[in-house]
């Protein structure tokens, strides 16, 4: 895949969407700082627009731990935004390629048949790009942006997920992305779970084969008479 390459010196852009990826992740300059092992009074100069105080070195540990590449995000793995959908629509446009914004699915995803939080999953080649967003407290509704709105995304069917499920996809760091853009892909309009069994299969026919995340999805629907 091709991406444009804006060079990690150029210190506007990529405090901007450091800034941009801190507040997505809920995360605190101190703790970002913390566990780069980064002086906070250096890291925070930096973000403020003070120069030379961070070396080319440092600020790639910074840009691969927040999920970047070439200040846009990172493919081929799963990023977890705790945010509002008013941040999202606000920040998505500049850290994702127009290529890649304009086929993004918007797939509510539901636990125990309420809305928990949402994914936004987006594809170019072989590279996946997957998104889960879930809402700084548990007592606000999950982040979903409205395409009329923001002039991007597509939404689509709700998938459903189990609270054994639910738990892995919010607390697992371990999930690989291809294969969890396929699982929502498949769930989302389907209002039964995805047997263990079926999935699987699928899984097993894909590695096999190589075969692209368009053709897994047909292979599964086929199989399925759906």
């Known amino acids: 895949m091709s991406l444009s390459k804006i060079s990690i010196t150029d210190d506007a852009i990529l405090r901007e969407r450091v800034v941009f ?24 100069g930096w973000i403020s627009g003070i120069q030379n105080r961070l070396s080319i070195d440092k600020k790639k540990n910074v840009s691969d731990y927040l999920g970047l590449k070439y200040t846009f995000l990172r493919p081929n793995m799963v990023h977890k935004f705790f945010t509002d959908s008013e941040t999202l629509e606000q920040s998505i446009p500049s850290i994702i390629s127009n290529s890649i914004l304009e086929r993004i699915n918007i797939i509510p995803i539901f636990f125990c048949g309420q809305p928990s939080c949402c994914a936004y999953l987006s594809s170019y080649g072989e590279d996946v790009f997957v998104i889960i967003a879930q809402p700084r407290n548990k007592s606000l509704p999950p982040p979903i942006v409205s395409p009329e709105k923001c002039g991007w995304g597509i939404i689509r069917e709700r998938a459903f997920y189990s609270v054994e499920e639910a738990n892995t996809l919010i607390s697992s760091n371990t999930l690989d992305a291809r294969a969890l853009y396929l699982d929502i892909t498949l769930r ?39």
Do not use: C, Q
């Open 21 to 44: 990826l801190m507040s997505l992740r809920n995360e605190k300059l101190t703790h970002v700082a913390k566990s780069l092992n980064l002086d906070p009074g250096g890291f925070s």
């Open 188 to 226: 989302s309009g389907k209002v039964e779970p995805v047997s263990v069994s079926d999935w699987a299969e699928l899984l097993i026919e894909v590695i096999s084969s190589g075969m692209s995340l368009k053709e897994a999805k047909k292979l599964y629907l086929n199989n399925r008479n759906l």
